[in-house]
């Protein structure tokens, strides 16, 4: 199409807008993909909501496996500590006793 003050210049054809969806449909299959849309939406929640149940369960388990896990190692630390504490008052009673015996010969005391 030529521009009539501009006979140079071509005007561009007006694009064609695509009609919307709910002019071109019938209300009741716009009906319809709104119920299923809503269905849908229903389905996604529940299926959300099974898996933050699951994720709770899982994070729960994982919780007393780790509270097990360290009570375990509490526990052999503990004996370890009870273990050298025995060790130690054994040793403090031999050099105990040796540096006695060593007092006593060295001061001529038997």
């Given at each position: 199409?030529?521009?009539?003050?501009?006979?140079?210049?071509?005007?561009?054809?007006?694009?064609?807008?695509?009609?919307k969806k709910i002019?071109?449909?019938?209300?009741?299959?716009?009906?319809?993909?709104?119920?299923?849309?809503?269905?849908?939406?229903?389905?996604?929640?529940?299926?959300?909501?099974?898996?933050?149940?699951?994720?709770?369960?899982a994070g729960e388990?994982?919780?007393?496996?780790?509270?097990?896990?360290?009570?375990?190692?509490?526990?052999?630390?503990?004996?370890a500590v009870k273990?050298?504490?025995?060790?130690?008052?054994?040793?403090?009673?031999?050099?105990?006793?040796?540096?006695?015996?060593?007092?006593?010969?060295?001061?001529?005391?038997?």
């Open positions: 199409m030529v521009n009539q003050n501009n006979p140079n210049k071509k005007t561009e054809k007006p694009l064609e807008e695509k009609p002019m071109v449909q019938p209300l009741p299959q716009i009906l319809d993909e709104i119920e299923n849309s809503i269905n849908l939406a229903d389905e996604a929640a529940k299926n959300a909501r099974e898996a933050a149940e699951e994720a709770r369960k388990k994982a919780a007393r496996e780790a509270g097990r896990v360290a009570a375990e190692a509490i526990s052999k630390v503990e004996q273990n050298a504490m025995q060790l130690a008052e054994l040793l403090n009673a031999i050099l105990l006793e040796a540096a006695t015996s060593i007092e006593k010969k060295l001061s001529g005391k038997r």
